[in-house]
């Protein structure tokens, strides 16, 4: 861990929306290279990171597209510099084929997605929650990546700066889900000195270029990265590759390869899922939620308390890994489990799978557009104690 | 019948490979079939490299996906085997993040200006500081010999199967009228040419492109007719004519028609990087942080076994 460079924190206390602050969280982490395209509800982001980047190093471009961003940010981060872009559901839809290859390559790097209503052109300056699946399966093939869902504008400041910390320790592009209802949302947010702020760099081989290989995994079944223009002379590819990066086309290179991807995230779910939980010590009642709608379930969990509901509230604050273990542990002892989402069903699947029918799963949907009435979720709690 | 044992001859010696400083030996014997032009334009580049000296540390290669988008596998430099079409934008993060190095693209027709040509006018236009090197079949040779927006009126392709009727785009013609820095073509007999070109375009700055017209022997020769890749390379070179001065409206290539070739641009015009920061220098004045690089990131966060190189300006920050 090291501290983050002053340059670029802007400390003391602000009046921002989550866009913005996203932005400053970026700056804060020493993100130094930014590539994007404007698309609502995600573009004050960038506006945000093309206003302060000449101001503290950054080089920020606005490219062509999106599938352009997303490649650029690879080449960025390889490059050496801590690189993001942000877009929303359309966006993120050109993007799913280059954060595939970031996955591939192991490329740190960070992607926003302030997500709208959907399918196709939705409701674009609208909130919805329905990308959250096309996060965890958009891309092609079998892979495992990270997600984090803030839930006010602090976060979005903080959980950008955590998720450059996720890309650098594992290895892998880490998705912030924000949505619209937060993206414009308008708080207080405190950026601590840069003294305070913790940041995870990357782990660069020390190894002669002779003896380095660029994909042999150390203990935690990430390998360190060698840095381009050090006499490494090393090669990686989007296809199946061996220890050494060079394609080998055959199903147990493809079994060595994608199941180290694949392990790599699963076999250190402890280390990396933050879930908040409120009231579960004697919860009959759990409210699973992520992003406004974990907002959106406060004065419903605190109303059905007032009236002797023993409902307890899980927040995702990581979606992706889902949080399995403690889903099963929880459905040992509750009644049902209760999930707010901004879409018709998505992450209440995984809910419902890990609960494994020990504890009844019901879903509160939302097509988009808004967010939830409290008085919904209420409800859902109050069908669920009878 | 007696049968008489062959033994390998140990005691020959097999000479090392003449470029094998740049190329990943390891990984031979190459894809590539016999008499494709590519191998001849990786020779070429790797003499370039020797005549300009530079180390293959002061280059990056990127390919797309593809015939040539495999020459990033065969280069022993950092390389980067990307995805279909957007080698371009990767180039423009590293060259972004990396302005002390130079920046190769190497891929073929169909990568770079199909899949990718929204990329490539683009950082056409940008002068975004890389040197852009395709070598055009006229088809899309991996994947088993379709139509490709270079292919000539009347080739005969597989979803092409009654010849192509559409108008193919002349890349140069591309590149020249999106504002690329140098623009150069040949066909790959033209080794020495190809070579020269290479050698100069990897000295300049900004966006450098070179068009490489090579045969594909297997695909696209054999389903028109053309003989073997050996017979096309010559009849390109053959109906070759060089005029540096060619008007664009010279440049559109027919099947089997005559091919200009030459150097058609050369000029000096500040790179996106150096647009950027001369800009930012003249409005923000003291307020402006010039761009940290990727390099200066890892000298500070790195404690390698190399010995780490000068943290120098690059000429993209100089005055």
Redesign the interface.
Known sequence: M?QADP?GVLTGTHYLDGDHAAAEGACSAGC??F?GYPITPSTEVAERVALR???????F?Q???E???I???????????K?MTVTSGPGFSLMM??IG?GVM?EVPCVVINVQRGGPSTGLPTLPAQADMMQARWGSHGDYELIALSPNSPQECFDLTIESFNLSEQWRVPVLVMMDECIGHMTERVVIPEAGEIELV??R??????DDYLPYKPCEDLVPEM??????????????THDE?G??SMNAETQQRCVGRLLDKINLNRDEIIHVDKHYLDDADIVVVSYGISSRVAIPAVEKARREGIKVGELRLVTVWPFPEKLIRELAGNVKAFIMPEINHGQVVLELERCAGGRAETRLVKHAGGWVHDPETIYEAIREAAK | MTVTEVKPDTTRKIPEHPKSLLL?M??MPHIWCSRCGIGITVGCFASAMEKTGLS???I?V?SGIGCTGRV??YV????????H??A???????????P??KHVVFSGDGDLISIGG??FI?AARRNQNMLVICVNNFTYAMTGGQLAPTTPVTARATTAPYGSFERPFSLPTLAISAGASYVARWTSLHIRRITDSMTEALQRRGFRFIEIIAPCSTIYARRNKLGTGLDLMKYYYENSVIDHNASVDDLDIGFQSKIVVGKFVDKDRPS??KS?HEH?RKV?GN?????????M??DK??????ESQDTTVTDEVQS
């Open positions: 090291v340059v130094r290279f590539a980047f000449p101001l503290i190093g950054g080089t471009i490219m062509e597209d599938l352009a961003s490649a650029a940010v690879l080449g960025g981060s390889w490059g050496g510099l690189s084929e280059n290859l390559m760099e990357r660069y081989t020390n190894l002669n270029p060698a840095p381009i223009g050090y006499g490494y002379r090393f090669h990686t590819t989007g296809l050494r060079y394609p | 990943r390891d990984r293959p540390d002061d990056t990127t990033a596998g022993k430099a950092d390389s980067f085997h990307t995805t079409g957007r371009i934008p990767f180039t423009v993060g590293l060259a972004l993040t990396r002390d190095l929204n990329h683009h996106y990087g950027m930012f923000l307020k402006y942080q010039p761009p940290v690089s990727g390099k990131e890892i966060s790195w404690s390698g076994c190399t």
